[in-house]
């Protein structure tokens, strides 16, 4: 692959001592860094910090061992001047062939899982514990788009399960009052009724196997360790410090903040007749299926459609509640009963309605499953 760059958006802040992370501290800044098989670092403040100063000296010097490279990138995060914590940001532009871009995650401590008196909530989503968070990590800013996973699919021939097995991917079959799959549809054509997506929308109908796939191949890119975050790292960056159902509450509209059941969805002609009876966010963004990623506010780590637009996998194993869960956000698989055959998805997305869309709300798939309303983001480790 010819040396390309990728984005990433980075938070100088350090790790809480509060039970929470502080979303007042959230700060942004961009850097760039090589696509390289043996990667140099190299840091460039950009968006609001751009035309003031470039490249440190010496960053990006050949010679540097990657722990040096990495200790001197770390310390360039903590020296960087705080910035305003506004939540507004750039959209996210799909870059496929300079990958995409990150934000940085700092180590703390948060309450996982929802309380007994948060409305929607499920069992499921309990008991509510104390995780720590000892690493900080990289999210991608934004969901994987249509374009970088054509990207990938173009490279290596890929196949997704859904293309495999002829079966198509998941979606509301209006004749049977139940969800089935549907011979034909794919990630390149979901066949939304009435809308075509681009390649800036977050890609859908991709198993877990199939994104697990994507983050190898861009591991074998870059050098890097990419992967799909835990299911705590998920909802720890969802958060954002928040510890109500949502990041948003209390701010403003929720189609400010997110793509969920709307009165878009609700109006739209084509499926008008099959949402009778459900129930949606009393706004509309414009898009009654997912929308263009980045269209919507962040939270205040900077993540952007954390919550709506589309499910996203988690390394996780199914397990049916929190009862023996790691409480140091590493990935929870076979232990204690887990079901590795389903794998959890958090997020919610387009489809779901508004007493779902939370961040502590949990889904889980079987492996191999695809759906009109099921994307990913990677993590990668830092």
């Avoid at 939270?299 to 790691?326: I, K, R, S």
């Avoid at 590795?340 to 492996?367: K, Q």
Wanted: hydrophobic share 35%.
């Amino acid at each position: 692959m010819t040396p390309t760059t990728t984005w990433v958006s980075v938070s100088p802040v350090r790790p809480p001592t509060s039970p929470e992370p502080s979303g007042s501290r959230a700060r942004r800044a961009c850097m760039r860094v090589s696509m390289d098989p043996a990667p140099v670092l190299r840091t460039e403040a950009r968006g609001r910090r751009e035309g003031q100063g470039g490249r440190r000296p010496g960053a990006g010097r050949p010679g540097r061992r990657p722990r040096a490279r990495l200790l001197a990138l770390l310390l360039w995060v903590w020296l960087l001047p705080l910035g305003s914590a506004e939540a507004d940001g750039p959209p996210c532009v799909d870059r496929p062939d300079e990958g995409p871009e990150w934000v940085f995650i700092p180590a703390g401590r948060y309450s996982m899982g929802s309380p007994g008196s948060e409305k929607g909530r499920s069992a499921d989503e309990g008991p509510q514990h104390l995780v720590n968070i000892v690493r900080p990590f990289a999210l991608m800013r934004c969901e994987v788009t249509v374009g970088a996973f054509r990207l990938f699919a173009e490279q290596t021939l890929y196949k997704t399960d859904a293309e495999r097995s002829g079966k198509g991917c998941g979606t509301w079959d209006s004749s049977k009052g139940s969800w089935a799959r549907v011979a034909g549809t794919s990630w390149r054509n979901p066949r939304f009724p009435g809308v075509d997506q681009q390649d800036n929308h977050p890609v859908v109908c991709v198993s877990w196997n199939d994104a697990s796939a994507f983050a190898a191949w861009l591991s074998l890119q870059t050098g890097q360790a990419y992967r799909l975050p835990t299911e705590a790292e998920w909802e720890y960056a969802a958060r954002a410090g928040s510890s109500g159902a949502r990041y948003w509450d209390g701010k403003a509209s929720p189609c400010d903040f997110a793509n969920g059941a709307d009165r878009a969805l609700r109006d739209h002609s084509p499926v008008r007749d099959v949402v009778k009876g459900w129930s949606f966010l009393d706004c509309s963004d414009g898009y009654p299926f997912t929308a263009p990623v980045g269209s919507y506010k962040p939270n205040d780590f900077g993540l952007d459609d954390m919550l709506g637009n589309v499910w996203e996998w988690t390394q996780d194993c199914w397990h049916g509640d929190y009862t023996g869960a790691p409480n140091d956000g590493t990935a929870w698989q076979e232990q204690d009963g887990g079901d590795c055959t389903r794998r959890v998805a958090r997020g919610g997305g387009w489809i779901v309605e508004p007493e779902l869309l939370r961040s502590a709300n949990r889904s889980r798939l079987p492996s191999d499953v695809a759906s009109r309303f099921l994307g990913f983001r990677l993590a990668r480790t830092l």
